[in-house]
């Protein structure tokens, strides 16, 4: 399976909720799987993180953290590498305790052996 399809899942699993995430995780990801946040580096949430339970556990964090209220992927974007893709995320959210805003990011993911070993988030700011 390449990017095509490995991405095409994605964005279809990014608007189904958190259930066909988590699918899509162990599916999809690699054991070893790299996680880069662009956007900080907290106690909490650290910038970069391995393995495939710690990124359960990012996904388990945020949807504890945060009321989802809509998620819109667009992608893949594929380029003339053929292990990588790019999928943007516009997401309707409430942080709890906060209010309402919407976020737009983009996950840059490099694929070896039909696993994802990397994801990078990058922020409009």
Known sequence: MGVLEIGTALVKAAGEGQEAESAFVTKFYSENIISIEGGGDSEDMPAKIEGIEAIRGKHNWWFDNNTVHSVVAVGP?????????????????????????????????????????QEEYLYLM
């Open 77 to 117: 974007f594929i380029g003339h590498r053929d292990d990588q893709f790019i999928v943007q995320f516009t997401m309707e959210m409430t942080p709890n305790g906060g209010e309402k805003m919407q976020m737009v990011e983009a996950g840059l993911y490099t694929v070896a052996n039909e696993k994802i070993v």
